[in-house]
C-alpha cells in the first residue's frame, strides 16, 4: 500500500512539474523570450511525448525564431497527435508560405476554409498562397467568393487588383484597387501603385489627378509623390516634376525611378533657364542614379551631357569610351555619343578633334544640317579659315540652294536655326581671307 502511494505521490510531482514547466514556456512565449520558452517546453517533449500542446507551441516558439524547418516539423507532429487541429494546420500553412511553399500552403488553406466556410480570412489567405504560386486566376475566383459575402473588406480588393495586375488586367486592376482605396485611404503604397499604373498606360491627366488626391490625403506619402512627378515629367511639366520628385526625396526616396527622373528634370531645367546650380545637381542625382543602374545609355548620356556645363568634360569623355565598349561600331546610340564626344572635345579647347568627331557625325546622319555647321564651328574656333568657310558654306547649300540671294524673311530666319552666324562668319572670314592675300 505505501508503494501504491508512493508511485501516485511521484505521479503527481512529475505531472506538477510538467505543468509547471509548461505555464513557464507558455509565459516566456507570450512575453517574446522565444528562447527560454524553446528550452521549457522541449523540457515539457522530453517528459512526455504525446502531448498535442507541447509539440504546437514549440513549433509557434520555433516559428519565431525564424527556424521554419524545424518549426514544419514540430507542427506536423502536433497535427499527428490531434488531427482535428485547425490551430496546428493554420501554423503549417503559414509555415509553408513562409519557407517558399505556396502550393503546399494553399492545401492547408483549403483544408481549413472546408472546415470553416464562415471564416473568410482563410479563403484570403488561400488567395494568397494561390497567386504566391503563380495562380492568379484561382486566387481570383476565391477572392470573389468572399467579395459576394464582405463588400467592406480593403484587403479583398487591394488583393484583387493584385491578381488583375498579373492577369495584365490593368483596367480591372485599377478599379480593384481604387475600391480598396476608397475603404482604406491610409494605404500610401496602394496609392503609389495605383499612379504608376496610370503612368504606365499613358494616361498621365488621370495619374496627375490621382496623385494629387492621394498627396492631398497624405503629404508624407512617398510613393504618390514619386509616381506623380514621374506624371509630370511625361506631361512636360517640369516645374511640377521637380516639386514632387523633390518631395519624395525629401522623405527618404532613394529609387532609380526617382534619382534618374529628378536629375533628368534638373538637367532639362539648366537647359531651359541656363542655370548652373541645376546642372550641378543634376550631375549629383544622375550619378547616384547610374550607381543603380550603371548600364543605362540613356543616363550615361544625360550625365555626358552633364558633365559639359559642370566642367568635366574630361569625365564625360571616360563616359563615351565605355559606350563605344558596349555597342557595335556605327550604332545609333555609338554614334550619338561621338557627337557627344565633340562637344566635349570643343570644350577642351580641342577644336580640331572635335572637328573630326562631328564629320564622323556627318558621314552617318548626312540630313543633320546641324552636325554640319558643328564642324564649321570647330574649325572657326581652331582659325582654320578655309575649312570653317567650306563647312559653313556646306551648312547653307543644305538649308538653302540659293541662301546667297534669297531676301530671308524673319519668319524663315527663326525657323532656320543658325542661319544668319553662318551667313555672317562666311562673309567675315572670306573678307579676312582676300586680305590675307589668300583670294
Not at 519565431?64 to 487541429?85: D, G
Not at 496627375?208 to 492621394?214: Q, Y
Not at 528634370?265 to 543603380?292: D, H, P, T, V
Not at 564626344?341 to 540630313?367: D, S
Request: one cysteine or more; hydrophobic letters at 40%.
Amino acid at each position: 500500500m505505501k508503494i501504491f502511494f508512493l508511485v501516485i505521490i511521484l505521479f503527481s510531482a512529475s505531472l506538477s512539474a510538467q505543468q509547471t514547466d509548461y505555464n513557464h514556456a507558455w509565459t516566456a512565449y507570450t512575453s517574446g523570450r522565444y528562447e527560454e520558452a524553446l528550452i521549457a517546453v522541449q523540457q515539457c517533449i522530453a517528459l512526455d511525448a504525446t502531448n498535442y500542446r507541447y509539440f504546437f507551441l514549440e513549433g509557434k516558439t520555433l516559428e519565431n525564431l525564424f527556424r521554419y524547418a524545424e518549426a514544419i516539423s514540430a507542427q506536423h507532429k502536433a497535427l499527428e497527435l490531434n488531427s482535428e487541429s485547425l490551430d496546428a494546420r493554420a501554423a503549417l500553412a503559414a509555415l509553408y508560405l513562409l519557407s517558399a511553399q505556396p502550393d503546399v500552403s494553399a492545401e492547408y488553406y483549403e483544408q481549413l476554409a472546408a472546415a470553416e466556410p464562415e471564416v473568410t480570412r482563410w479563403r484570403i489567405n488561400w488567395a494568397t498562397a494561390l497567386q504566391a504560386a503563380g495562380n492568379s486566376m484561382a486566387a481570383l475566383e476565391q477572392l470573389k467568393i468572399v467579395e459576394k459575402n464582405d463588400t467592406t473588406n480593403w484587403l479583398v480588393y487591394k488583393n484583387m487588383g493584385d491578381c488583375y495586375f498579373r492577369l495584365d488586367s490593368m483596367f480591372q486592376a485599377y478599379n480593384s484597387y481604387y475600391e480598396s482605396l476608397t475603404l482604406y485611404p491610409q494605404n500610401k503604397n496602394l496609392w503609389g501603385t495605383l499612379i504608376r499604373i496610370l503612368v504606365t498606360n499613358d494616361e498621365i491627366d488621370g495619374a496627375i489627378e490621382v496623385g494629387n488626391e492621394a498627396v492631398a490625403i497624405d503629404s508624407t506619402n512617398m510613393e504618390a509623390w514619386k509616381f506623380l512627378g514621374v506624371a509630370y515629367y511625361k506631361a512636360g511639366v517640369a516645374r511640377q516634376a521637380y516639386e514632387a520628385l523633390g518631395k519624395a526625396l525629401a522623405l527618404g526616396d532613394s529609387t532609380l525611378t526617382t534619382l534618374s527622373h529628378y536629375g533628368i528634370i534638373n538637367y532639362s531645367l539648366g537647359q531651359s533657364r541656363n542655370n548652373l546650380a541645376n546642372y550641378r545637381e543634376a550631375e549629383i542625382y544622375l550619378e547616384k542614379a547610374r550607381e543603380l543602374d550603371p548600364n543605362s545609355i540613356t543616363l550615361m548620356n544625360y550625365l555626358i551631357s552633364t558633365y559639359g556645363y559642370t566642367g568635366k568634360a574630361l569625365k564625360g569623355l571616360e563616359i563615351i569610351d565605355e559606350i563605344d565598349k558596349m555597342v557595335a561600331n556605327f550604332d545609333t546610340i555609338g554614334m550619338k555619343a561621338n557627337i557627344q564626344r565633340g562637344y566635349l572635345l570643343r570644350r577642351l579647347n580641342r577644336n580640331n578633334e572635335a572637328a573630326n568627331a562631328f564629320i564622323v557625325a556627318t558621314i552617318h546622319f548626312p540630313q543633320d544640317s546641324r552636325n554640319f555647321y558643328e564642324v564649321a564651328i570647330c574649325y572657326d574656333r581652331a582659325l582654320n579659315k578655309r575649312l570653317a568657310v567650306d563647312w559653313y558654306t556646306r551648312y547653307m547649300d543644305m538649308i538653302a540652294p540659293d541662301w546667297e540671294t534669297r531676301q530671308w524673311t524673319a519668319q524663315e530666319l527663326r525657323n532656320y536655326e543658325f542661319v544668319e552666324t553662318a551667313m555672317d562668319r562666311i562673309r567675315l572670314l572670306r573678307t579676312d581671307l582676300f586680305f590675307e592675300g589668300d583670294l
